[in-house]
């Protein structure tokens, strides 16, 4: 299996596990909203019907059809089927899935509160680092404040230049943990940022979530 089906296995059975109500870190959704974003990112047949009131309404209309045991466990069973073969998300592979699984199985897993990290295979986190260090630079664009990531075990990169006026601030944790604080869930992330208090506060406010 490549990562992103592994990975899309791990969310399916902790998806699987949950109440439908559960919270996630998404603002305002709860398990069987997630699960609805999953079917409706993948599959085209469904996210057709998005084009009608907006894709928010689309989740909410489809979150509805999981409110009691049964249809959540049909909407569950749903994201655990892979996308047809000429899908783009099919195509994509690992390179848009991975990261992508990994933020929403921890959205799911972090919802009511911290708990300890997943023990993460190594091939894994260098599929998660090197993606990581490809989307931080969009993800950072607004910054005026240099970025730099390192990784518990001291490897780094610098995705992010200062302006003019600005120091760098490093961003230091386990890679699940800093793909999570650069995602816009510094909240709910163990990292640590070490810069001037300004810059800190800059990078605080971008990547914390409502």
């Known amino acids: 299996m490549t990562w992103h089906e ?13 109440d439908p109500h559960d919270p996630t870190l998404c603002r ?6 997630l699960a609805a ?9 469904a996210a057709a019907g998005a084009v009608r009131g907006g894709l928010a309404a689309a989740t909410e209309r489809l979150a509805g059809t999981a409110a009691d045991a049964d249809g ?3 909407l569950v069973d749903r994201v655990a089927r892979p996308p047809a073969r000429w899908s783009p998300l099919a195509w994509a592979g690992d390179a848009v899935n991975v990261s992508e699984y990994f933020i929403h199985h921890e959205d799911l897993r972090r919802g009511d509160g911290p708990v300890p990290p997943r023990d993460l295979p190594d091939e894994l986190v260098e599929v998660l680092w090197a993606q990581l260090v490809r989307m931080a630079p969009l993800r950072l664009r607004r910054l005026p404040v240099g970025t730099v990531l390192v990784r518990d075990d001291g490897r780094r990169a610098a995705v992010r230049s200062p302006r003019s006026g600005h120091g760098s601030v490093v961003l230091r ?14 909240q709910a992330a163990d990292v640590r940022l070490v810069g001037a208090d300004d810059d800190v506060a800059a990078v605080r406010e971008l990547l914390t979530g409502p």
């Open 6 to 18: 592994t990975e899309r296995a791990w969310l399916s059975d902790a998806l699987r596990a949950a």
């Open 28 to 33: 305002g959704w709860q398990a069987r909203h």
């Open 37 to 45: 974003h999953l079917v409706l990112r993948e599959h085209p047949v």
């Open 72 to 74: 959540y466990a049909a």
């Open 173 to 186: 944790g386990d890679v699940g943990e800093l793909v999570l604080a650069v995602s816009g869930r510094l």
